[in-house]
């Protein structure tokens, strides 16, 4: 059974601060790994994607991906409260089937 | 990015009655497409894959016969819940797979079905 744990939170942080979402994966074989914003009623909307390890920066969001740990994380810099919804964390296998975590709730107090 | 519509959005519909759910591709054709089930404060949960000319794979424990999947084209692929109950209650949510080269996973809407 192939697995995406995430920490569900919820995570509350100040405005202006760092929020820090993680999430591992069972299957070593994953390629592709994902990061998608739900707000509450809304289908998930893609927020950045990695396929290497290291990291990789769009804008606030900087992507983390560690294979070896079987570790990926999403930084949220100079988090905003329009940045409050539910994280989801995705791994495609090498099926090219995707695999959803449970989801972190984030919280950005003005 | 590719857009995925989704429709309709909400339905309230009857207990023992149908419902069909529609996903399109609008400026990509997609072979593939998903459909996935969220109740509240829970996460996705894949129900079947849809795959164009062929039938659909569905995920241990989700009743083919219950939830009829068609993927007629290659821009369409529908869902319908059939003889509905208060207990299939739920925000349904379809995505596809990009245009070929891109393999992130773009999603519908999604529609809140609510069986009384």
């Known amino acids: 059974q192939k697995e995406v744990e995430q920490n569900s939170g919820p995570l509350s942080v100040p405005e202006g601060a760092i929020a820090s979402l993680n999430c591992t994966y069972s299957?070593?074989?994953?390629?592709?790994f994902f990061w998608y914003r739900q707000y509450s009623g809304k289908s998930p909307e893609l927020i950045m994607f990695?396929?290497?390890?290291g990291d990789k920066e769009d804008g606030r969001f900087t992507a983390q991906l560690n294979k070896a740990s079987q570790y990926v994380s999403l930084l949220i810099r100079d988090s905003q409260p329009s940045d409050s919804a539910t994280y989801l964390c995705?791994?495609?296998?090498?099926?090219?089937?995707?695999?959803f975590g449970t989801g972190t709730s984030l919280t950005v107090i003005p | 990015g590719a857009v995925v519509s989704q429709h309709p959005s909400r339905v309230i519909c009857k207990s023992g009655t149908s419902v069909k759910i529609e996903c399109r591709s609008l400026d990509f054709q997609a072979t593939t497409m998903f459909w996935y089930r969220q109740f509240p404060k829970q996460s996705l949960m894949l129900m079947a894959t849809s795959n164009e000319g062929s039938k659909a794979t569905y995920e241990q424990g989700v009743e083919k016969d219950k939830f009829l999947i068609n993927h007629a084209s290659l821009t369409l692929s529908t869902l319908t819940v059939t003889s509905a109950h208060p207990e299939d209650s739920s925000f349904y949510i379809c995505?596809?797979?990009?245009?070929?080269?891109?393999?992130?996973?773009?999603f519908g809407q999604g529609t809140r079905l609510t069986v009384v």
């Open positions: 990695i396929y290497s390890n």
């Open positions: 995705a791994v495609r296998d090498t099926g090219n089937q995707f695999y």
């Open positions: 299957d070593r074989g994953s390629q592709s």
């Open positions: 995505s596809a797979r990009g245009p070929q080269g891109n393999t992130e996973a773009f």
